[in-house]
DNA sequence: CTGAAAGCGCTAACAC
DNA sequence: GTGTTAGCGCTTTCAG
């Protein structure tokens, strides 16, 4: 920096308002110095620069699972606000792993970011782990804190199983099945509870819970073997945990005999996952907003990052929508 | 750090070694040391040992498009040889923005990183800001460095191109389309040019380019609409530059009098999507091994962040393969 | 605006 | 192993 100071002939102390303050600078000065930086090649030293200031502008975002297009949505919508005010977001991946999750945060940690915010793996795995960070502001991401230590945003899992469950039955539908697991996913079970509440408010409706392994198209596609063995009629309605169980049990049941989609069975998926529209049978789902969940997370952080330690640790609830397609309308429903 | 030495009794120089060369401490003290940073919840300062160092352990990468799942795995892949080499890995997504892209290039320049993976928006539109980085180390991936100044690792294009357009050619197809566009991205002209070549060697075979203004769904469903009103017969196989092409085409054509898929015209695309297996009809396509990509980036960068600028700017070239399905192969193909 | 200087938290080198 | 110290590149303050 000095030597931009030298070949601008101005003082180093300049140099650093000219960046900092510029308003403390002249017009003509501004420039010189300017002019020097780009002829030099001069990239000021972030390290030493939050070394002095003891701040940092660019926050650390922790995240489970970056093949999952939720999470993306996540992290899009945690950018743009964070953008908004000034600061760089960079990204972190989990990779569904515990180890690499705790290796993150602790690479933020220690290089100083303003504030991070976490998308953890799954609340049953991670309960316990209740410390989690100390010094730097921490938002959570779809993971309820059960202290209230930590602010967060969370989906409100179970409306969103009532939401699917309800569509069913204002279609007609009385013998519903839900498809998901393992219950240890907090997700799932949430999600499970909706369904059943939707179910119980509504007399000669009724749902069987069929236990997945998992929440992929292969676990799906078995689970649809499951459904055909039970024969045409069993069930006339299915919520699946998850789009991606919902496209495995179309593939398998979608044109056998009695099990027309949606004809003989009408099915709702959850995550609006990216390609859940564009599959063999459009998949009518449950829309969980990743995007707005990260533009309210981020802004609890610039809260915190701002407030100091005593800002109010509040859960924000983000409520998910139904979004129809043909897996539950049939052709009622058009593309767009 | 002070805090921590006083502590445990020991010297500021010995906290310093428990962490940086443990070998120089003894067992006993070591431990006393650990002891007193856990009690006092004591976390590294990283941008002061990074100032004082003059080194870095992270590598940042800069991602022209997080929703790509094709990304997604070229930071896995570099993420996984990182961590091999000690060192962490952090992710900027510039949201296919080329201002986004340069503003995450200077974030990870002025926070000293160890060295930046780039995989940028398509070349033709980054041809002309030659000069990237000059300090830190910058390996390209996905795109092919004019100058040589810059390692690099691409796919052979042409080749994929070539690949898809044989394998129709093999199973008896002779009158090719070439979907994509437009051909101002270097990718689609480059698989159009391999599409021809392999045309070419084949006397019979035609092959007419039908350009798009895009590679999503949408453009590949518009296109089908052109080669409906084309008529049956006009062509009986179909190379796509995306597998998102050869999904909205297929969404169109198939089931049409003439067009079934793939009696009537066999389809091939062009990503391996981490979807195009589950679609309507699992789409043939061709893989681009975006994982293997981003490890041998990565190990192009640790050359060079070991060796200094001295180390010759090699670019790896990476073949892609052939992922023959349902909509090429017909009945002959069982998944997996 | 200049010029000088203290200090951010750490590493590395020194004599003991 | 200890205790001390210079210095990494910047910000910030102060008198002029």
């Known amino acids: 920096m000095s ?54 502008s660019t926050i650390g975002i922790v995240l489970a699972d970056l093949s999952n297009s939720f999470f993306v949505d996540i992290a899009r919508g945690a950018d743009a606000t964070a953008r908004q005010h000034g600061m760089n977001l960079i990204i972190a991946n989990s990779d569904v792993d515990l180890a690499k999750q705790s290796m993150n945060i602790s690479l933020f940690e220690e290089s100083r970011v303003a504030g991070v915010l976490l998308a953890p793996l799954d609340t049953a795995y991670v309960r316990g782990s209740a410390t ?16 209230g230590h930590y ?63 998992g929440l992929n198209i292969p676990h799906g596609r078995h689970a649809g073997q499951d459904i055909l063995a039970r024969g045409a009629g069993t069930f006339d309605g299915l919520v699946a945990a998850s789009d991606l169980l919902a496209v495995g049990a179309i593939q398998i049941l979608d044109g056998k005999p009695g099990f ?19 599959s063999a049978i459009p998949v009518s789902t449950i829309s969980q907003h990743g995007e707005e969940m990260g533009r309210v997370a ?29 897996s539950s309308l049939g052709d009622a429903w058009r593309r767009d």
């Open 3 to 56: 030597d931009v100071a030298r070949h601008a002939g101005v003082a180093l102390g300049t140099v650093s308002n000219t960046m900092n303050n510029p308003d403390k600078v002249s017009e003509a000065t501004r420039r010189k110095v300017q002019a020097a930086i780009a002829e030099l090649g001069f990239i000021r030293n972030d390290a030493a620069r939050s070394l002095a200031t003891g701040t940092s």
């Open 151 to 213: 602010a967060g945003v969370v989906a409100d899992e179970e409306h969103g199983g009532y939401e699917a469950a309800q569509h069913l039955i204002g279609l007609g539908r009385t013998r519903l099945a839900f498809l998901g697991g393992p219950l240890l996913l907090t997700a799932v079970a949430q999600r499970l509870e909706g369904a059943r509440a939707a179910v119980a408010a509504n007399p000669g409706v009724t749902l069987e819970h069929i236990e997945t392994r």
């Open 260 to 278: 027309d989609v949606p004809t003989d069975l009408a099915v709702v998926g959850y995550d609006n996952n990216h390609f859940a529209s564009e």
């Open 298 to 326: 981020a802004q609890l952080l610039m809260n915190e990052i701002q407030g100091g330690p005593t800002t109010i640790k509040q859960t924000v609830v983000i409520k998910p929508d139904l979004i129809p397609r043909r």
């Open 132 to 147: 989690l960070l100390r010094s730097t502001p921490l938002v959570l991401v779809n993971f309820a804190a059960e202290s």
